[in-house]
């Protein structure tokens, strides 16, 4: 689909096996977003579908500079997507021959450990830390992102086991 709700896909960002992330746009709010959405063979998997929305919801109770923040999570036809900030300067995954000094290091590093300090304050653990969740915006500052593996310390959260909202929920 071309729009999820408000939510316009431009192009393709990036695939990977559970899904896909777009360059979006939010019609509502007039901004540029990312989109992420799952396979809808995998949105018919309800532990599949547990794990995304248990993502959008630790994602999005870290409010943090450092932290990707999540703006919606919701349902259109058979399509179950996350609209996010868009980061767009690329990750931290390197190519080969390629180098990070050590001041920039220590420098997304700084920016990253604020990030992760307010997820663990919420009892949120990110667990998948790596180049490929770390994104840079057009200033150079580090963005956590991919919750896909969080998990909070007391998992009995009611907020991170709620159902996902569809299109016929009231906006």
Same mark, same amino acid.
């Given at each position: ?8 896909? *431009? ?6 096996? &559970? ?29 599949? @579908? ?31 997507? &996350?609209? +996010? ?15 990070? =000094? ?6 997304? &590093? ?5 990030? @992760? ?5 919420? $009892?949120?653990?990110?667990? *998948?830390?790596?180049?490929? $969740?770390? @994104?840079? *915006?057009?200033?150079? @500052? ?17 907020? +991170? $086991?709620?159902?996902?909202? =569809? ?5």
């Amino acid at each position: 689909p071309d729009t999820l709700l408000h939510f316009r896909l *431009d192009r393709l960002l990036a695939r990977g096996g &559970m899904g896909a992330v777009y360059l979006g746009y939010d019609l509502s709010l007039e901004r540029p977003v990312a989109v992420k959405t799952i396979v809808p063979e995998f949105a018919q998997q309800q532990s599949f @579908l547990d794990r995304f929305l248990r993502e959008a919801r630790a994602q999005a109770q870290v409010a943090h500079s450092n932290v990707v923040q999540v703006y919606y999570v919701g349902k259109a036809s058979d399509t179950v997507f &996350m609209a +996010m900030e868009l980061v767009d300067g690329g990750s931290l995954e390197l190519k080969p021959g390629e180098t990070l =000094s050590w001041q920039d290091a220590i420098r997304h &590093m700084t920016g990253l450990t604020e990030g @992760l300090r307010e997820a663990a304050r919420l $009892n949120i653990i990110h667990r *998948d830390i790596k180049p490929a $969740n770390i @994104l840079l *915006d057009r200033f150079g @500052l580090a963005h956590l992102a991919d919750f896909g593996l969080a998990a909070p310390v007391y998992s009995s959260d009611a907020a +991170m $086991n709620a159902p996902v909202p =569809s299109s016929s929920a009231p906006n």
